[in-house]
């Protein structure tokens, strides 16, 4: 089982910059693909960035160039770099994990969101 907790959520004025954390518990995290999702109020959930075991990532359209995922194995913790925040990336953001080493299909783990709100 793994758990995912998400930190450094909040308010932000448009243009400015926010790094989320999430730890991960288990023993899992080095072999397993992790990313971010976003869920905006009356949209659906959607794929900000993902990165696999071994450092490649992806990012969701939206946010190339001003968004960035790294992960530090050592610390079992990903984290989510967004500069230049927009007041349409307002969401709920959450961590998630892959059974595999890949960001294939559904992730299996999700943590329970963190809040980024970007106001103008």
């Known amino acids: 089982q793994v758990q995912l907790v998400e930190s450094g959520g909040g308010l932000v004025q448009a243009g400015g910059s926010l790094r989320l954390s999430c730890a991960a518990s288990g023993s899992m995290f080095r072999n397993n693909a992790m990313g971010w999702y976003r869920q905006a109020p009356g949209k659906e959930r959607e794929l900000v960035a993902a990165?696999?075991?071994?450092?490649?990532?992806n990012y969701a359209d939206s946010v190339k160039g001003r968004t960035f995922i790294s992960r530090d194995n050592a610390k079992n913790t990903v984290y989510l770099q967004m500069i230049s925040l927009k007041p349409e990336d307002t969401a709920v953001y959450y961590c998630n994990a892959w059974y595999g080493s890949n960001y294939i299909g559904v992730p299996r783990y999700w943590g329970q969101g963190t809040q980024v709100i970007v106001y103008s």
């Open positions: 990165i696999t075991n071994t450092g490649n990532t």
